[in-house]
């Protein structure tokens, strides 16, 4: 039996071959990434969720729309347990991730090494642009310059960065322009190499131009890893999500293809209504 705590992901920092075409495959596999049943988030005993269930699945792009206080950024905080550091914050129901319930691990930093969150504003740490990136790599045991060298470049390209900063790799992060501390902050958790990525509204701080060329890089991502995408702009969503979920007052009101939602397929009209621009 694989120990949850210590389980690595295989083919680190390989992309996947195998990666499936299409949602049909997906499914044909039955590759959960993540498994979400009837959570529920209480903070000091207001509900901002409840009882949301669905699935994400292997390498697709999964988004999540919904105006503020929908309670998006919360479900994100449930998925690499961020609640374990907030007191007030009381978490119900079941999320499995890999197939392993995120609740029974005791080990919640090994769970955090596989899966990457960008929130909208930049948390930056007080190193080097250089250092910032290599922080998680080194953490990982690599310490050749070599290979390190290679990694910080890449993430950076990655996030869109390396073009503007690749010059003064030691200056600290904490001198970078708001969008470009948002972009670092991507980088940073490109090099942890995630099974998962979750982005809370990443562009909120980055200008247009830079914003489609990340898009672009996201798109390339998901043959090698899962991303959840909370999003403000629903036109993003469309973009880039294969499937979306429509979150409103702490619910999650349905789920379904991008496509189909935009083109007017919905269960609940509030979808179509939101979509649209009706309110929100």
Not at 11 to 32: F, H, I, L, V
Not at 207 to 223: A, C, G, N, Q, Y
Request: aromatic share 6%.
């Amino acid at each position: 039996m694989v120990n949850p705590d210590t389980a690595t992901k295989p083919n680190a920092g390989n992309s996947n071959p195998a990666a499936p075409d299409s949602m049909e495959d997906r499914r044909g596999m039955n590759t959960r990434k993540l498994e979400v049943r009837d959570l529920s988030v209480h903070y000091s005993g207001n509900t901002v969720l409840s009882e949301v269930t669905l699935d994400v699945w292997e390498n697709e792009i999964f988004g999540i729309i919904g105006p503020a206080n929908a309670g998006k950024t919360s479900f994100l905080k449930c998925i690499n347990r961020m609640n374990t550091f907030t007191d007030n914050m009381e978490v119900g129901g079941q999320i499995l991730f890999s197939g392993m319930d995120i609740h029974q691990l005791k080990n919640v930093y090994a769970l955090r090494s596989r899966i990457g969150v960008v929130f909208p504003l930049p948390v930056g740490l007080p190193l080097t642009i250089y250092e910032n990136v290599a922080l998680a790599p080194r953490l990982k045991g690599i310490s050749d310059k070599t290979e390190l060298n290679i990694i910080v470049e890449r993430c950076l390209t990655r996030a869109a960065l390396w073009d503007e900063v690749k010059d003064r790799l030691n200056s600290l992060g904490s001198l970078l322009s708001g969008g470009q501390q948002q972009r670092l902050t991507i980088a940073r958790a490109l090099s942890q190499d995630p099974d998962l990525l979750m982005l809370d509204e990443f562009s909120i701080a980055v200008d247009p131009v830079t914003t489609m060329r990340i898009e672009e890089v996201l798109k390339e991502l998901r043959s090698e890893m899962t991303i959840i995408l909370v999003t403000n702009l629903v036109q993003q969503a469309r973009r880039l999500a294969d499937r979306t979920a429509f979150f409103l007052d702490g619910k999650c009101v349905e789920v379904g293809e991008t496509e189909a939602l935009f083109e007017g397929n919905v269960e609940d009209p509030r979808t179509r209504d939101y979509i649209e621009g009706k309110f929100g």
